[in-house]
T-cell receptor, first 109, second 112 residues
Framework: QKEVEQNSGPLSVPEGAIASLNCTYS??????FFWYRQYSGKSPELIMF????GDKEDGRFTAQLNKASQYVSLLIRDSQPSDSATYLC?????????FGSGTRLSIRP | SAVISQKPSRDICQRGTSLTIQCQVD?????MFWYRQQPGQSLTLIAT?????????ESGFVIDKFPISRPNLTFSTLTVSNMSPEDSSIYLC?????????FGQGTRLTVV
């Protein structure tokens, strides 16, 4: 079992709609959870992090964490073409950060 | 957030040769991390570089192939040794600040 799992996509969402990205992790001891965005040919950049169960909102982005289900999600409201990228879920475990395989998101006009 | 400078940004190398990638951080950090991102794939942790001790390698990665130096708290190097086309990848240096990972701009390596 992979430590961090994501659906590879591609996920296609119409402009202005909500994009929902999901991630599960295997280590129950994980404490910190991250979403990174990576444009083609660029390094990953941090979008959000979450430590506690529940929702955390930042502008158009909402991260959701459910530790009992070992599940993290990212919602992107009012999706824009510039949101088209690969989204990487990452989990902090045993002093290192482990990344999922990423979900390719495509926002269609 | 930390500012991480990585070089070279890209290189094309002959098989059988070695390439050393440098990573410089603008602040002192205890641990630095080296990742590999193969085409179309996510980031795979190669090793954790600790100042004053040997690097800690992840399963599937060995010191002979990926020797790492960490001479001080702001600098590290990763060498890709005896390269083959399968080593063509992006190599990323990373540091963790306040629990968050930050990345250098990456080194795009092509082995021919």
């Amino acid at each position: 079992q992979k430590e961090v799992e994501q659906n590879s996509g591609p996920l296609s969402v119409p402009e202005g709609a909500i994009a929902s990205l999901n991630c599960t992790y295997s280590d129950r001891g994980s404490q910190s959870f991250f979403w990174y965005r990576q444009y083609s040919g660029k390094s990953p950049e941090l979008i959000m992090f979450i430590y506690s169960n529940g929702d955390k909102e930042d502008g158009r982005f909402t991260a959701q964490l459910n530790k009992a289900s070992q599940y993290v999600s990212l919602l992107i409201r009012d999706s824009q073409p510039s949101d088209s990228a690969t989204y990487l879920c990452a989990v902090s475990s045993a002093s290192k950060i482990i990344f999922g395989s990423g979900t390719r998101l495509s926002i269609r006009p | 957030s930390a500012v991480i400078s990585q070089k070279p940004s890209r290189d094309i190398c002959q098989r059988g040769t070695s390439l050393t990638i440098q990573c410089q951080v603008d602040s002192q950090v205890t641990m630095m991390f080296w990742y590999r991102q193969q085409p179309g794939q996510s980031l795979t942790l190669i090793a954790t570089a600790n100042q004053g001790s040997e690097a800690t390698y992840e399963s599937g990665f060995v010191i002979d192939k990926f020797p790492i130096s960490r001479p001080n708290l702001t600098f590290s190097t990763l060498t890709v040794s005896n390269m083959s086309p399968e080593d063509s990848s992006i190599y990323l240096c990373s540091v963790v600040g306040s629990g968050v990972a930050f990345f250098g701009q990456g080194t795009r390596l092509t082995v021919v």
